[in-house]
């Protein structure tokens, strides 16, 4: 190989192309197709994603027409012109031609992709972009573009024709990318739709696209490239030997064997690096597509076997399709980091029956099904898209309602798996640590605990063979623990006294059959352990497996120290009269309804008033939020929990948030209960936080049409809810892992106070041109301030303010210097009363080390009215508030290793808030650098090329 000889024909390649159209046509056409895919056909602004997936999603197709472009003159034009024959007489080997003019092309397309960095370089600036992915993407397009140039190399060899070589090229090209396409894999099995994929040129494409360099990727382009470039010579050799008739039949067959033989190795490598997994680059921020030394240290510490099944059907929805091979590379480096204890299996219950009844009956798993629509027809497919975790005789199932998150717009929709580490190795832990047999469950309960059935004879049709199953799995949990679990079966409909009882002690009532409640029917189950009963709420299709999950879960919550428990300390008023007497009795009137629903899958959450003066000491982290006017003994219960190591989680701003039919209150929060908080050292300041980087929240909009008012709901953007994003994050605070962005609601600032012993860090802050409200006016006043609705006085100032700090140490007690609570206000004990109250009432006067505090400047970060709207707009920017209590809590009780491999791949990273004239602006000024910097590129290759001496091709045989 000549470097010399390579380096001469590629500079008359290139010069070539600028002397002619060439370069212009294909940078000018690249560049104006690109912009115009990323921003209008692929609506970059309404996706509203940190991304630049739209820059890189039509580059494996584009590609294929304008390499052909390129191509389609290098080798036909030579020939047409006759100066062929030249080349292949001058002293120069075939081999240092063909590299020279791929050099060319490669550099022309390298070109191109260096005039896009502007578009990334943009989005880096509306929001947080994890550079990995775009790293990636570039490489991969350098890769397949190189492919499709060999590919055009090789054609353009074959022909004098430059219509001819332009459509083969396409086409060949064409049909590679499509082969592992989504449109042909679709109609084949996912085991099939694999190797097409691992064909393809756009699905491996995609496996870089995504951030990771894999060696089976870099060695599929690598080969193909190779073998055409080496075909391409065989074609310029065959013709070299076209002018020896006499020794060219004895040398043509060895160079065809040669290129056969290169063929072959092509599929063998391919074949050999298929199942090899651990060569690969993670080029992702949070090492998305990656295994922790969290994981490693689970892993390592298995005491027996670990079972991970995958049940995927192999006929399932096309945008799940490409998952499947995902899911098994990430899975089996758990078999591979497990060292023997993990075992790896995929099975399609669908090819075998007795698979799908089995894991229908013993673990729940059901088959979804997925609408699918084709060119022709619509049709319906049940399939899997499941992972099972066993461990010895716990289990965790994984649907793809855990694994996958969906991204919608009015233009695509987005597939992608959320944080598949965090969720597998979160089941892990549960079915390892977390989790115990049920046998050893009751075992530590130490006591019989008895299961009771409330059935009436007549049930409707679908509650018919209910019974039956519930003593099948009543019996068969009786024998797996010894008998320490008993059933029986009550009829209420015959015993009025039964019926009765149970519902005033636990509110079951007779539910109707039918519509008009002529017939009634009872179905209810209770669990009785001593002195505790809990009713077993029924839940999903009632099979086998749900009722003995309901069971087992029962039994976990009422056995001691079994699940973390959650105190939940909030005001609650009196429940509203009750409007059906044959319904069930109104709750109390609360909030963080939808905060305890989200929790309770993973602890036990209890309310707590703390109105005897103590918080129960089995409560492993007290949440406060909304508590209303607490008294003294609430804030001294509050207090010495906290004294006593406990951790504290407080949701509290200045203001509590009161909707109803007119609009939304502001009400001031109990000062009493703010200057404790100040006491442990957090100040939350008399003011509404107003962020202009902010999230939009539906208000009601007068509009006068002539004489007529009229009144519509529409999104605003609303300073109240401030959109902190990662530059307002503590760098590398456990509380805040996998979160992108936040939304702090009606957030008020919060200060830290200096206090003996205790060490502060501030967690979230606004940014940096938020200004401070003391005015409770929380509605838009478009009048006065147009159609931003909103404006801050002229004399405010602007900055950062605090929301969220954390607090450790040992905290000084808010009743160090008074008398305690637990004797009334202005009691003094005297006598007898003073013996017990240093028996009884000695308050703690400093906390120990362990103590804990969070205070988060928003009583509504996680309130039902937050949870509603979040369900109303698909989450968005409210999607990190529920990971942020759950990583609150985790810190608090001191499990922070699942928060270390917690990464941002579990949440699209959002732009940031912008007016519709700033994103116009944006767009047009990429239009405006790109087509300049296209500009200057050609005019400096005319120029260069212009003054350049000519170019002579010389080299050695």
């Known amino acids: 190989m000549n470097l010399a000889s390579i380096k001469t024909t590629a500079r008359k390649e290139l010069r070539s192309y600028f002397l002619s159209p060439v370069a212009l046509i294909f940078l000018g056409v690249f560049l104006v197709a690109t912009l115009f895919i990323f921003f209008t056909a692929s609506k970059f602004f309404v996706r509203n994603l940190a991304d630049v997936r739209p820059l890189f999603s039509w580059l494996p197709l584009l590609l294929i027409f304008l390499v052909a472009a390129v191509t389609m003159r290098q080798w036909s034009e030579e020939q047409k012109m006759g100066t062929l024959e030249v080349l292949l007489t001058l002293p120069l080997k075939t081999r240092d031609l063909v590299l020279g003019k791929f050099v060319a092309g490669l550099g022309l397309i390298g070109v191109a992709l260096a005039l896009t960095l502007p578009l990334p370089i943009t989005v880096s600036l509306l929001g947080d972009l994890d550079w990995g992915p775009v790293i990636g993407g570039y490489v991969a397009a350098l890769l397949v573009a190189s492919t ?30 499509f082969i592992g396409s989504e449109s042909i894999v679709g109609l084949f099995g996912h085991q099939t739709g694999e190797i097409l994929r691992s064909i393809g040129t756009g699905s491996r494409f995609e496996s870089i696209e995504r951030g990771v360099l894999d060696l089976r990727d870099l060695a599929y382009y690598g080969s193909l490239t190779a073998f055409f470039l080496a075909l391409n010579v065989h074609f310029l050799e065959l013709k070299r030997l076209e002018s020896q008739p006499k020794d060219g039949e004895s040398r043509r067959r060895p160079m065809t064997l040669a290129v056969a033989l290169a063929a072959l190795n092509v599929v063998a490598l391919n074949l050999w690096l298929a199942p090899v997994t651990k060569v690969r680059a993670d080029l992702t921020a949070d090492g998305e597509y990656s295994v922790s030394q969290v994981t490693e240290d689970i892993l390592t510490e298995l005491a027996e076997p670990l079972t991970i099944t995958g049940y995927f059907s192999q006929k399932t929805h096309p945008l799940l399709s490409p998952l499947i091979p995902r899911i098994r590379d990430f899975l089996t480096e758990y078999e591979v980091r497990g060292g023997g204890n993990v075992r790896l299996n995929f099975v399609d219950p669908n090819a075998d029956p007795q698979v799908e009844e089995e894991i229908n009956d013993q673990y729940g798993i059901k088959s979804v099904p997925f609408r699918i629509s084709g060119r022709n027809e619509e049709s319906v497919v049940n399939s899997y898209f499941h992972v099972l975790i066993r461990y010895g005789d716990e289990y965790e199932v994984l649907s793809f309602d855990d694994l996958i998150e969906i991204h919608a717009d009015d233009n695509e929709v987005v597939v992608r798996l959320r944080n598949m580490e965090y969720d597998v190795t979160r089941s892990i832990k549960k079915v390892t640590q977390g989790f115990q047999s049920i046998e050893a469950v009751m075992a530590r309960a130490g006591q019989t605990a008895k299961l009771t059935a409330y059935v009436s004879g007549d ?66 189950v209770l669990l009785t352990m001593g002195e505790k009963a809990e009713p077993v709420f029924l839940q999903g299709e009632l099979s086998d497996s749900d009722l003995r999950t309901d069971i087992e879960a029962a039994i976990q919550r009422m056995t001691p120290g079994f699940l973390k428990t959650i105190g939940l300390l909030t005001k609650q008023d009196s429940p509203p009269a009750q409007q059906n007497p044959y319904g069930p009795p109104p709750a109390p009137v609360r909030d963080f309804r939808g905060l305890e629903g989200l929790l309770s899958s993973e602890f036990q959450v209890r309310l707590v008033d703390g109105e005897d003066g103590a918080i129960p000491g089995d409560i492993d982290v007290l949440l406060v939020g909304k508590p209303g006017e607490l008294t003294d003994k609430q804030k001294f219960a509050v207090d010495q929990y906290l004294m006593r190591g406990g951790a504290v989680i407080a949701m509290t701003g200045a203001f509590e948030i009161k909707p109803d039919r007119f609009g939304i209150n502001a009400n001031k929060t109990q000062l009493a209960w703010l200057d404790q908080l100040e006491a442990y050292g957090a100040r939350v300041e008399q003011s509404f936080v107003m962020d202009p980087q902010n999230t939009s929240f539906p208000v009601p909009v007068r509009e006068q049409r002539g004489p007529f008012a009229f009144e519509r709901i529409e999104l605003v953007p609303y300073p109240f809810f401030a959109d902190v994003r990662r530059d307002g994050f503590a760098e590398g605070h456990p509380t805040l892992a996998g979160l992108t962005s936040l939304a702090v609601t009606w957030g008020s600032p919060v200060n830290l106070v200096e206090r003996e012993g205790v060490q502060g860090e501030v967690l979230l802050k606004s940014s940096e041109d938020t200004w401070l409200q003391a005015s409770t006016q929380l509605q838009p006043d478009f009048q006065k301030y147009g159609k931003a609705g909103f404006g801050k006085d002229p004399e405010a100032k602007t900055g950062r303010q605090n929301l969220a700090v954390a607090l450790t140490g040992t905290f000084p007690s808010f009743f160090a210097n008074k008398p305690s609570p637990l004797f009334g206000e202005d009691a003094k004990p005297e006598g007898d009363l003073a013996e017990k109250a240093d028996r009884t009432g000695r308050t703690l006067k400093q906390s120990t080390p362990e103590a804990r505090l969070v205070v988060v400047g928003s009583s509504e970060l996680m309130a039902d009215i937050i949870n509603q709207l979040a369900r109303q707009v698909g989450g968005g920017a409210y999607r990190g508030n529920p990971l942020f209590i759950r990583n609150l809590i ?64 010389v080299g050695e045989a």
């Open 459 to 524: 049930l409707p049709k679908e509650f018919e063979e209910v019974p039956a199953r519930l003593k099948k799995v009543a019996e068969a949990l009786a024998e797996k623990t010894g008998g320490r679990l008993t059933f029986e079966q009550i009829d209420p409909a015959g015993d009025a006294n039964v019926a009765r009882e149970i519902q005033q002690k636990y509110g079951f009532r007779p539910m109707a059959v039918d519509l008009f409640g002529e017939k009634n029917f009872y179905l209810y």
């Open 148 to 177: 499709y140039l060999a590919i055009g190399l090789c054609v353009s060899a074959r022909t004098d024709n430059q219509i001819v070589a332009l459509l083969v090229t396409a086409i060949v090209g064409s049909l590679l990318y």
């Open 890 to 953: 985790d810190w608090s009780l001191a499990d922070t290793d699942l928060l270390q491999i917690r990464s941002a791949g579990a949440f699209a990273r959002t732009l940031r808030p912008m007016q519709p004239e700033t994103r116009t602006r944006y767009e047009i000024a990429n239009y405006v650098i790109v087509l300049l910097a296209l500009a200057a590129v050609v005019f400096l290759g005319l120029t260069r090329r212009r003054l350049a001496k000519p170019i002579q091709l």
